[in-house]
Antibody, heavy 125, light 110 residues
Framework: EVQLVQSGAEVKKPGESLKISCYGSGYSFGTYWIGWVRQMPGKGLEWMGIIHPGDSDTRYSPSFQGQVIFSADKSITTAYLQWSSLKASDTAMYYC??????????????????WGQGTLVTVSS | QSVLTQPPSVSAAPGQKVTISCSGSNSNIGNHYVSWYQQLPGTAPKFLIYENNKRPSGIPDRFSGSKSGTSATLGITGLQTGDEADYYC???????????FGGGTKLTVL
């Protein structure tokens, strides 16, 4: 069974750094792209970007470029999302998801067939 | 303001049929496959429809998808109270170079 298990909820202060994780099991982790999706409180879904754990090919949404960093360690089948300096506006639920399909040089499909349970990040002074 | 436009809410009685629209442009829906997701309260989104009209394994045929031009539609027949959720459409946007989602539609089964 394909499973993505994310790290637990975090409460941080503005300016602090954070790295959350997404552990994959039940499939060949290095073969499938892993995407990240943000959902701010009471709001809709936002695509942050995507990473291929096999070769660390990474695509960022322009809205998140320079604000976050994606990484992955295929030896422990885990993907990461990190911030160097959190802001209150980063308060949200963050989901990782496995892509069914692949990104080309010019586009990525929106076919996330398995999702993590989400990690709630709260940034407050 | 989302790039893809969905109605904020729809409602119907149990057993009835409902459709949810998703309107875009040539840079997104017009030239790329559309996917749909169901998000039950307090849970992660669930993969519902991909490549406009395909259902992943385990998704009942009560759920269907279609696309025409720059619009897509999700149909749900035989509504059940368990279908009450937020539904999102999404696709790639080649002008923005990003995946875009609709704002979401809240389905109420009366």
């Amino acid at each position: 069974e394909v499973q993505l298990v994310q790290s637990g909820a975090e409460v941080k202060k503005p300016g602090e750094s954070l790295k959350i994780s997404c552990y994959g099991s039940g499939y060949s982790f290095g073969t499938y792209w892993i995407g990240w999706v943000r959902q701010m409180p009471g709001k809709g879904l936002e695509w942050m970007g995507i990473i291929h754990p096999g070769d660390s090919d990474t695509r960022y949404s322009p809205s998140f470029q320079g604000q976050v960093i994606f990484s992955a360690d295929k030896s422990i089948t885990t993907a990461y999302l990190q911030w160097s300096s959190l802001k209150a506006s980063d308060t949200a639920m963050y989901y990782c998801a496995r892509l069914l399909g692949y990104c080309t040089s010019t586009s990525c499909p929106l076919d996330f067939d398995s999702w993590g349970q989400g990690t709630l990040v709260t940034v407050s002074s | 303001q989302s790039v893809l436009t969905q109605p904020p809410s729809v409602s119907a009685a149990p057993g009835q049929k409902v459709t949810i629209s998703c309107s875009g442009s040539n840079s997104n829906i017009g030239n790329h496959y559309v996917s749909w997701y169901q998000q039950l309260p307090g849970t992660a989104p669930k993969f519902l429809i991909y490549e406009n009209n395909k259902r992943p394994s385990g998704i009942p045929d009560r759920f269907s998808g279609s696309k025409s031009g720059t619009s897509a539609t999700l149909g749900i027949t035989g509504l059940q109270t368990g279908d009450e959720a937020d539904y999102y459409c999404g696709t790639w946007d080649s002008s923005l170079s990003v995946v875009v989602f609709g704002g979401g539609t809240k389905l109420t089964v009366l």
